[in-house]
């Protein structure tokens, strides 16, 4: 099992910044990648931004040049730096884990959300 505590979020104005964080705990070692992801009122969730244990990393389109995703690895993190914020960013925001457990199984776990709001 892994955890996910998510910290971060909240209200700011249009071009403004935020940095959200998503610490794991548990089964750590069995993490092979970590990731954002966020769902907006009415809309489906979409990918944000991902990071893999090799280092490679991807983004949605929407936020390349925006947003910047990185890892902690000795405090297992992942982190959310959200800069040039737009009022089309407004949603939830979930934290995700992929692991690969014993015997080739593959679970995801999902952080509790957090409400990102771009508004003026």
């Known amino acids: 099992q892994v955890q996910l505590v998510e910290s971060g979020g909240g209200l700011v104005q249009p071009g403004g910044s935020l940095r959200l964080s998503c610490a794991a705990s548990?089964?750590?070692?069995?993490?092979?990648?970590m990731g954002w992801y966020r769902q907006a009122p009415g809309k489906q969730r979409e990918l944000v931004a991902r990071?893999?244990?090799?280092?490679?990393?991807n983004y949605a389109d929407s936020v390349k040049g925006r947003f910047t995703i990185s890892r902690d690895y000795a405090k297992n993190t992942v982190y959310l730096q959200m800069n040039d914020l737009k009022p089309e960013d407004t949603a939830v925001y979930y934290c995700?884990?992929?692991?690969?457990?014993?015997?080739?199984?593959?679970?995801?776990?999902w952080g509790q959300g957090l409400q990102v709001t771009v508004s003026s």
């Open positions: 995700n884990t992929d692991t690969l457990q014993e015997y080739g199984r593959a679970y995801i776990y």
């Open positions: 548990g089964s750590t070692f069995s993490i092979t990648a």
């Open positions: 990071f893999f244990n090799g280092g490679d990393t």
